[in-house]
């Protein structure tokens, strides 16, 4: 039950961070926040079964996270204050024509309006506290009543001292230190720098290999963070023991097999028993079952399918055709694939040659490094392919004299 309310609250968090128009990071260092805040007040409490009881506390607590994760990685102006968090929780508003009133008085600099006081806070700062206390309506005003007024003015004002409440309980709870809280992105980050280097390297000595360029990394980037983001959804499908470094990294794999198929036409088979490939298998289970969530397809998904980005395209061109394809053999990480993806039909004695013998198994195959004996092995089938091709054109030119 928890994990099913602790999905409808990421949900909300995604939501409110695409309707603010976040950076990607923000979110996925919000996920970690609630996690680990969650984590720690469930060591000294049965702090789940609260949150279940008290769901209005559960998305104070998600909202929160934002918030702070926003404050240390979102530039100023894009950073929302507590007003625009009290509207995304559909607190309760005040009327316009006192909103008017209000903006009037300050433009021309009046002093007389004396401040409603706010009640006193029934639970000390930093302590844990209920939601129960501050719950509200969304009741509408649409007459001048002060009393309306001020009692909507006294909830909004209890309800922020409640979320910045819960804002000191989740820093002491992390010891005040937010940068030591490990994210997908910055993982990704450092092994696309890596993929960079290695092209570098590599580039001059195997030019046949494929080469991502800067638009092509920009994707990689983009359908990882994608990745691992439906993963925080989905979190207790994998084991406990796996770390936000090796979902990073299956999660890169993906991608590059995917832009490669997409640019190439170049199919990899995953290792079934792979990071990579449960990766694989739940982006497509959820897919065709229709069971992505509203916030993830309202993000990623355009309406119009041909707005899809290419990371999109490139991993929804990949599960289709691991729906579609049936390996005879199942290899750890080998498949069956041609040599290049242009590798011409040679003819001899007006027959087409088998396609079977210019098909080789790929062995131990990775997007991840290149190994230099990998890089010779290239070179030497190169240049038997050559020598193939010289002989059967010596062949052919024979024939005709």
Same mark, same amino acid.
């Given at each position: 039950?928890?994990? +099913?309310?602790?999905?409808?609250?990421?949900?909300?968090?995604?939501?409110?961070?695409?309707? *603010?128009?976040?950076?990607?990071?923000?979110?996925?260092?919000?996920?970690?926040?609630?996690?680990?805040?969650?984590?720690?007040?469930?060591?000294? /409490?049965? @702090?789940?079964?609260?949150?279940?009881?008290?769901?209005?506390?559960?998305?104070?607590?998600?909202?929160?996270? *934002?918030?702070?994760?926003?404050?240390?990685?979102?530039?100023?102006?894009?950073?929302?204050?507590?007003?625009?968090?009290?509207?995304?929780?559909?607190?309760? /508003?005040?009327?316009?024509? @006192?909103?008017?009133?209000?903006?009037?008085?300050? #433009?021309?600099? +009046?002093?007389?309006?004396?401040?409603?006081?706010?009640?006193?806070?029934?639970?000390?700062?930093?302590?844990?506290?209920?939601?129960?206390?501050?719950?509200?309506?969304?009741?509408?005003?649409?007459?001048?009543?002060?009393? /309306?007024?001020?009692?909507?003015?006294? %909830?909004?004002?209890?309800? %922020?001292?409640?979320?910045?409440?819960?804002?000191?309980?989740?820093?002491?709870?992390?010891?005040?230190?937010?940068?030591?809280?490990?994210?997908?992105?910055?993982?990704?980050?450092?092994?696309?720098?890596?993929?960079?280097?290695? /092209?570098?390297?590599?580039?001059?000595?195997?030019? +046949?290999?494929?080469?991502?360029?800067?638009?092509?990394?920009?994707?990689?980037?983009?359908?990882?963070?994608?990745?691992?983001?439906?993963?925080?959804?989905?979190?207790?499908?994998?084991?406990?023991?796996?770390?936000?470094?090796?979902?990073?990294?299956?999660?890169?794999?993906?991608? #590059?097999?995917?832009?490669?198929?997409?640019?190439?036409?170049?199919?990899?088979?995953?290792?079934?028993?792979?990071?990579?490939?449960?990766?694989? #298998? *739940?982006?497509?289970?959820?897919?065709?079952?229709?069971?992505?969530?509203?916030?993830?397809?309202?993000?990623?998904?355009?309406?119009?399918?041909?707005?899809?980005?290419?990371?999109? #395209? +490139?991993?929804?061109?990949?599960?289709?055709?691991?729906?579609?394809?049936?390996?005879?053999?199942?290899?750890?990480?080998?498949?069956?694939?041609?040599?290049?993806?242009?590798?011409?039909?040679?003819?001899?004695?007006?027959?087409?040659?088998?396609?079977?013998?210019?098909?080789?198994?790929?062995?131990?195959?990775?997007?991840?490094?290149?190994?230099?004996?990998?890089?010779?092995?290239?070179?030497?089938?190169?240049?038997?392919?050559?020598?193939?091709?010289?002989?059967?054109?010596?062949?052919?030119?024979?024939?005709?004299?």
């Amino acid at each position: 039950m928890f994990g +099913s309310l602790k999905k409808l609250i990421l949900d909300f968090i995604m939501c409110c961070h695409t309707k *603010l128009r976040l950076s990607t990071p923000t979110l996925l260092l919000s996920f970690k926040i609630l996690e680990k805040y969650i984590h720690f007040r469930n060591q000294t /409490q049965d @702090y789940l079964t609260e949150l279940i009881d008290d769901r209005l506390q559960f998305q104070l607590i998600g909202i929160v996270s *934002l918030w702070v994760s926003s404050k240390y990685i979102d530039t100023k102006y894009k950073h929302f204050n507590i007003d625009m968090l009290l509207e995304l929780i559909n607190a309760p /508003q005040l009327p316009r024509f @006192y909103l008017k009133e209000q903006s009037a008085k300050s #433009k021309t600099g +009046s002093s007389m309006s004396t401040p409603i006081g706010t009640p006193k806070m029934k639970t000390p700062i930093g302590k844990s506290t209920n939601s129960k206390y501050y719950n509200y309506d969304s009741t509408k005003i649409h007459n001048e009543d002060p009393d /309306q007024i001020n009692k909507i003015i006294n %909830k909004r004002n209890s309800l %922020k001292r409640h979320v910045k409440t819960i804002e000191l309980d989740i820093l002491k709870k992390l010891n005040w230190c937010v940068s030591d809280i490990p994210t997908n992105d910055f993982f990704i980050d450092i092994y696309l720098r890596n993929l960079q280097t290695e /092209q570098e390297v590599n580039g001059g000595i195997n030019a +046949s290999f494929f080469q991502f360029d800067t638009n092509d990394i920009n994707q990689l980037k983009f359908g990882s963070q994608m990745l691992c983001e439906l993963t925080s959804f989905y979190f207790d499908l994998f084991k406990t023991d796996t770390s936000i470094l090796e979902i990073s990294e299956a999660s890169l794999q993906v991608m #590059k097999l995917a832009i490669m198929n997409y640019k190439l036409d170049r199919y990899v088979h995953l290792d079934k028993s792979s990071l990579a490939y449960r990766i694989v #298998k *739940l982006f497509n289970n959820c897919n065709l079952k229709d069971q992505l969530p509203f916030s993830f397809k309202l993000k990623y998904f355009p309406k119009n399918a041909i707005q899809y980005p290419i990371f999109l #395209k +490139s991993i929804l061109g990949y599960v289709n055709i691991l729906n579609n394809s049936t390996p005879t053999c199942e290899e750890n990480t080998a498949s069956k694939v041609p040599m290049t993806p242009i590798t011409p039909d040679l003819v001899k004695d007006n027959k087409k040659r088998n396609r079977e013998a210019m098909i080789e198994s790929v062995k131990g195959e990775s997007l991840f490094s290149i190994k230099n004996e990998d890089v010779f092995d290239g070179i030497n089938r190169q240049i038997t392919k050559k020598k193939l091709m010289c002989d059967l054109k010596k062949e052919q030119i024979e024939e005709e004299f």
